[in-house]
């Protein structure tokens, strides 16, 4: 499989492009823009999000560029990363991260991820949303997925156990059409 990776320079982008090759696969970076780096991928993975030089109101916009270059390519599989206070319904979610949501300053930075999963899901593609909890660098431990997990408030996922549960779900069709929750194990 060629899996394209959009965010390929950032400390998950990395993983995705690390574990894709340990799994087999022809990994490369790719820009949310240009739709010819697009022609001849099997899926795409996108781990943008905000950054001091990519702010978080660019997010939906380069989303549904990324779409549109997809379309243009012929491209169907998407796997977008956001994170579990995004989508997720408040119930899944303990006290400490409903509380850490409603504050104005993480509030404000949810607005434009939301809007970048309505793009996603109305896209036409072949999409999968993984929603992690605070991400880390430490060891892959494995992790659990699912539309109905709860995120406690020491929940944390690993960047490369996420990185290789991405690279696996551009080949699972089980988990296309679904917004889930990725935690450690």
Known sequence: ???????????????????????????????????????????????????????GDTVPASTRALIDGMVGAGVTRLVVVTGAMVGAPGTSLSWVYRLIRSMPSVASQLGPRREQERAVMGSGLRWTIARPARLHDGPPCGVRAGETIAVGALATTSRPALAAWLVAACATPAWEGRAVTVVDR
């Open 1 to 55: 499989m060629r899996i394209g990776v959009v965010g390929a320079n950032g400390r998950l982008g990395r993983a995705v492009m690390a574990a894709a090759t340990q799994s087999g696969h022809d990994a490369a970076a790719v820009g949310a823009e240009r739709g010819a780096e697009l022609v001849g991928l099997d899926a795409v993975v996108c781990v943008t999000g905000p950054t001091p030089s990519h702010p």
